[in-house]
């Protein structure tokens, strides 16, 4: 039964991995189109995009949903677009460093609440260190800028725990399809002003629908799939390898070097997560008694 369960989340792991890497390529994707249309423009093509690539294949039954359905499928709905218009607002503002340092208290929070031991309590706190070693913040007076970065924390930490709610409350990835579907609905005033006003080429199209599949599609799904599988605390800590693959992106396509600083912050996290996706799957054994009495469950 233990071996199952390291399994099941080892897998899970590596679908939240695989996610990260699809994250940080799609955001490179979509940074090549801000030039044309700025990056509400691009949030809104992405959500557009991922709906037009969900619905299609998933056909959520919406009419079948009952109320203890529908009101985490909305507010999820919400979160998608919050979450991607505070973080981009707020690197506008502060800085790529300070935001995503910012926007990783959110899940860092969820992993310190989920602690259960003292050594996923440091492990989570290892990997807030690597991130940022990372990303390097630097100080700002601009108090919108940070007041943006804790929204999109805030969002991050919001969509973890309602993607998880949904996950078990709507079969399948039906309530992930639904919530993209309606994200979209409430950005399309916003895609046709900026299509209109800006007039984006073909280049610039390719680029946002890039991020729409690899920045949306795909970590929205996987990240459904992911919390069915493991608690919120080690899905939060997991969260530290997006910056991880954000230094690996800028430094092989972009050219950007990483010192010594930024590596040890590699380390930090590639340690954090491996000692906390380890002592994940050795939980502790539970007395017959209060098995049959009907435990709960992570």
């Known amino acids: 039964m233990d071996n199952t369960l390291t399994a099941g989340r080892g897998r899970a792991g590596a679908i939240l991995v695989a996610s990260a890497l699809s994250n940080q390529l799609g955001a490179a994707s979509g940074s090549l189109a801000f030039p044309a249309i700025g990056p509400v423009g691009v949030v809104a093509a992405r959500q557009l995009i991922a709906a037009a690539v969900l619905l299609p294949l998933v056909r959520p039954r919406i009419f079948s949903f009952t109320r203890h359905q529908w009101w985490p499928v909305l507010l999820l709905a919400l979160v998608f677009g919050t979450m991607n218009l505070s973080l981009y607002a707020a690197v506008e503002r502060i800085g790529l460093g300070l935001a995503v340092t910012l ?14 031991t003292k050594g996923s309590a440091v492990c989570a706190l290892l990997a807030a260190a690597g991130v940022v070693a990372i990303t390097q913040p630097e100080a700002s007076t601009d108090y919108v800028g940070i007041g943006l970065g804790l929204v999109a924390a805030c969002s991050w930490a919001a969509y973890i725990l309602l993607n998880r709610t949904v996950g078990k409350r709507v079969p399948g990835i039906q309530g992930t399809a639904a919530a993209t579907g309606l994200s979209a609905a409430l950005f399309l005033p916003v895609a046709l002003i900026t299509f209109i006003n800006h007039q984006p080429d073909a280049f610039t199209i390719l680029c946002a629908a890039g991020a729409g599949v690899l920045a949306s599609v795909v970590p929205y799904v996987a990240d459904l799939i992911t919390l069915r599988r493991i608690p919120t605390g080690l899905f939060g800590v997991l ?26 912050g590699i380390y930090l996290i590639a340690a954090a997560n491996a000692a906390l996706t380890a002592g994940a799957g050795r939980r502790p054994k539970v007395p017959k008694e209060q098995i049959a009495a009907g435990s709960p469950e992570n």
Do not use: C, T, Y
Request: glycine share 12%; net charge negative.
């Open 103 to 116: 926007e990783f208290l959110g899940p860092l929070a969820l992993a310190l609440i989920g602690s259960r």
């Open 239 to 264: 969260m530290s390898i997006n910056p991880v693959f954000a230094a690996l992106v800028g430094a092989l396509a972009l050219g950007e070097a990483l010192g010594i600083v930024q590596w040890a």
